[in-house]
């Protein structure tokens, strides 16, 4: 495996595998997070996956990144690219009724398929989290079929809504908050990403699968309001 | 009455922060944590305090409290100021040094002169919620440290302790010393070869100012903007505190600690973390250069600043009674900026 070590300061060292958003490339990724979690190496803090790298974040007053790379050398020796009992495989409902997707016409017009068949598209995807990032527990999710390869717009929209579903790029996201984008709201989601009425507010981890099934308004109001009353409503199933 | 501090003046920015948020960047949760880590702890150890608790970290102009309830103890570290108090016989505290204050009377941190943030530890810390083992503020996500934000005047903050212990009074014999001047050393990456070497002399020849749209997230400079070689874009890979993005402007951005934990922007280099505090002690207008260094190099220092911490925490002086902490003040004369009426 011909990786890169790229130096990220004096506690950070990025293991770079390639460029690309690729499963090839993500598997691997994983595979060496998880052996890095195995190998409990004294003065790792955590790693942090993305598309291209792996970030290790370490304490220098543990461990000296020259060192750090001896020890994940023999790791990346042995990777095994399966990730069985690193990630969790989640079923959320996607509402595409009334406002839960407004961009959904103009993402059927693009793709040139008509608005059941986006729909189907959405819930027939496996979705695969390659990373979180941008805001508390938003995954970067892949990958659409090229039909869906939209840009983004040229300027973000604000006040997009907590739940909602997006797509552009060939790649899907779902909004932990209200905040500004420019990517294209196809559908809705209750189930929130970042809770933290809960102990372990964020409901995703890299690696982890989402399929989604659709429900109706009356069931996107429904799940919303036992959301409301502290029912998880979601259970992942491990993988 | 539950013990508390009331705001009266809320300052310019003032949040709780400790040593930061770990373990949950992979799920997009910020570290977040204090700017000027080195002194929170200071702070904390004057108070007696495990090192790592929640204090408060105040902006350039510092707030007013007044103590609710029974007595605290508290101490200002990362100012020459001080603490003026009203209300008691101590009219003004020279930072690093603790003082107990009594239920009734009021505090204030002034004008820092000397830095953009300060610290103010209690005895104790702060009874608020943990949220992955910190109480550490992310004033964008609205989370951490008092309802997710900014202190405002009438809040109450919530002490862990209803009465001061009957420890001693802690004092620091010297402030801490960070590398006063000089460039601030970088080690270049993880994106260096996204730019070519004329951008690269220009990065480390030029001198940048601090832009006032710089806050905790990050400090945005002004300076002659560089090219890149490769385009502005990469897929997105993780970002530390202290990387230096540089987006299609050409002008560098110095993430801090309350960064996102991601990012699509080429890297050109990560400020060595001991020289993270440096900055985050800088206010706008301040001129920075920057030089390159080895990460042997940023490691070596990043040791010898935590062993110039460690050496100031296990040698605090505590004296015994009043006398001895009078001949202490006296003879330590750089650390006092007032009149010490005790």
């Given amino acids: 495996m011909a990786v890169s070590f790229l130096p990220s300061g004096d506690r950070g060292l990025t293991v770079q595998f390639g460029f690309d958003i690729d499963r090839g490339l993500s598997r691997q990724i994983m595979a060496l997070r998880a052996a890095v979690d195995d190998a409990a190496i004294a003065g790792v803090i955590e790693t942090v996956p993305t598309y291209r790298s792996l970030l290790v974040h370490y304490d220098p007053v543990e461990i000296r990144q020259a060192a750090l790379i001896e020890r994940l050398k023999p790791l990346l020796a042995n990777l095994d690219g399966d990730d ?4 969790t495989r989640w079923h959320l409902p996607i509402c595409f009724e009334g406002d839960c997707s407004p961009d959904l016409d103009f993402v059927a017009d693009f793709a040139s398929l008509s608005r059941d068949e986006v729909k189907t598209v959405m819930t027939g995807t496996e979705h695969f989290v390659y990373m979180l990032g941008f805001a508390p527990g938003m ?57 933290l009425g809960k102990a372990d507010p964020v409901l995703l981890s890299p690696g982890d699968r989402v399929c989604f099934r659709e ?25 | ?71 605290v103890r508290i101490a200002l570290t990362g100012t020459e100021g001080g603490i003026e108090i009203s209300g008691g016989p101590v009219a003004f505290v020279p930072a690093y040094r603790s003082v107990v204050l009594k239920a009734g009377q009021s505090f204030r941190i002034g004008r820092m002169s000397d830095s953009a943030v300060c610290y103010l530890a209690v005895e104790g810390g702060f009874d608020l919620p943990m949220i992955y083992g910190s109480q550490s503020t992310y004033v964008s996500g609205r989370f951490g440290g008092f309802e997710g934000r900014t202190l405002q005047r009438g809040d109450l903050l919530p002490l862990c302790l209803e009465e001061a212990s009957d420890k001693p009074v802690a004092l620091c014999s010297e402030p801490l010393l960070y590398q006063q001047s000089g460039p601030i050393r970088v080690v270049p990456g ?49 970002i530390v505190t202290g990387s230096i993005q540089v987006p299609g402007s050409g002008l560098p951005i110095i993430l801090l600690a309350d960064h996102q934990t991601t990012g699509g922007y080429p890297k050109i280099a990560t400020v060595a973390s001991a020289d993270l505090a440096r900055l985050g002690r800088m206010v706008p207008g301040t001129p920075l250069q920057f030089r ?22 296990e040698t605090l002086v505590m004296p015994s009674d009043e006398q001895e902490l009078l001949d202490h003040l006296l003879m330590s004369k750089s650390l006092i900026s007032g009149p010490i009426v005790d």
Wanted: proline fraction near 7%; glycine fraction near 10%.
């Fill in chain 1, 139 to 195: 995954p970067y999710m892949g990958d659409l079929p090229a039909a869906l390869n939209i840009p983004r717009r040229s300027s973000p929209v604000q006040g997009i809504p907590k739940g909602s579903v997006l797509v552009a790029t060939g790649l899907t996201v779902i909004y932990p908050a209200v905040n500004p984008s420019g990517w294209h709201v196809v559908g809705r989601c209750p189930v929130p990403l970042f809770d």
């Fill in chain 1, 84 to 87: 069985k009992g690193h990630a």
């Fill in chain 2, 292 to 313: 390159m260094v080895s990460v042997e190099e940023a490691e070596t220092a990043a040791i010898a600043l935590e062993t110039h911490l460690r050496s100031l925490i």
């Fill in chain 2, 190 to 238: 993880p994106q260096d070869d996204y730019f070519d070497e004329a951008a690269l002399r220009a990065f480390q020849s030029q001198v940048y100012h601090i832009s006032a749209e710089s806050n905790r997230m990050g400090l945005r400079l002004l300076g002659e903007p560089i090219a890149h070689a490769k385009g502005a874009d990469i897929n997105s890979d993780g």
């Fill in chain 1, 215 to 239: 429900v109706s308004l009356a069931d996107y109001e429904a799940i919303a309001e036992r959301v409301e009353q502290g029912d998880p409503v979601v259970e992942g199933e491990p993988i």
């Fill in chain 2, 1 to 71: 009455m539950m013990p508390a501090l009331e705001v009266i003046e809320p300052g310019l920015m003032t949040t709780i922060q400790d040593l930061g948020r770990f373990g949950h960047q992979a799920q997009g949760v910020p570290s977040s944590g204090a700017l000027d880590a080195g002194n929170l702890r200071l702070a904390n150890a004057l108070v007696h305090n495990a090192e790592g608790l929640g204090a408060l970290e105040m902006r350039i102009l510092g707030p007013t409290f007044k103590v609710t309830a029974g007595t």
